[in-house]
């Protein structure tokens, strides 16, 4: 019963693929996001949804697309794998409007190759 | 470009004794301000947080201060405990702005010793 869980926990891949990164919440919030990890440990924003809505796109390429089918699922898509691109991948859901407390799932680290 | 910034990326402090982990921000409009805890392949969590209007905010062993003239805000553990051993992670946001967006910093790894 993992509040917030993504799969999978670890991806390796050759450049050039797509891959995808689910996530799914179990808390009832109405926003989910992604946010990167890269090598210099910063935890980046990349997206976020509000009831299937995109909110926030902070100028990531768009061999990214995330895709939210309801509120309690927003996926990541990434087409043409590229090296840079690995990094942590952390999904997290909040209810904005109530406090800003995220909760985060347990990443997935992904390895371009 | 860093808005929130730790520029200590580790501290190693005895057992029974204070830790104190800092971070720095440079856009004044931040009005929250939150502290996460993570372990080795788990996600972020949430420890305690403090507004704007606050200088202060304690919860059991670990207590947020705010310095807003100097930008400026501190996570104090007292007594710290091994498990304490951890990366944390300073962020804020914007409340008005109702994008849920937190700006994190790039961590602390604090390790305890025994």
């Known amino acids: 019963d993992t509040a917030v869980s993504q799969t999978p926990k670890y991806l390796v891949t050759q450049m050039g693929n797509d891959k995808s990164i689910k996530c799914e919440q179990n808390?009832?919030?109405?926003?989910m996001y992604w946010y990167k990890q890269d090598s210099k440990k910063f935890l980046k924003i990349m997206f976020s949804?509000?009831?299937?809505?995109?909110?926030i796109n902070e100028t990531v390429p768009n061999r990214f697309s995330p895709k939210s089918p309801d509120k309690a699922h927003l996926n990541l898509h990434i087409n043409s794998l590229e090296l840079g691109d690995s990094a942590v991948y952390f999904c997290?859901?909040?209810?904005?409007?109530?406090?800003?407390?995220?909760?985060f799932g347990s990443g997935t680290q992904l390895s371009v190759l | 470009d860093q808005q929130v910034k730790q520029n200590s990326p580790s501290l190693s402090v005895q057992e029974g004794r204070i830790s104190i982990l800092n971070c720095d921000y440079t856009?004044?409009?931040?009005?929250?301000f939150l502290w996460y805890k993570k372990y080795p392949a788990e996600g972020p969590t949430f420890l305690i947080s403090i507004s704007s209007i606050k200088d202060k905010n304690e919860d059991g062993r670990f207590t947020v201060f705010l310095n807003k003239s100097a930008k400026h805000l501190s996570l104090h553990i007292v007594p710290s405990q091994p498990g304490d051993s951890a990366v944390y992670f300073c962020?804020?946001?914007?409340?008005?702005?109702?994008?849920?967006?937190?700006?994190f910093g790039q961590g602390t790894t604090l390790q305890v010793k025994p």
């Open positions: 962020a804020a946001t914007v409340r008005s702005g109702n994008t849920g967006k937190l700006i």
């Open positions: 997290a859901s909040s209810q904005v409007g109530r406090d800003e407390k995220l909760f």
């Open positions: 808390l009832g919030h109405d926003t």
């Open positions: 949804y509000n009831n299937k809505e995109l909110i």
């Open positions: 856009n004044s409009m931040f009005d929250y």
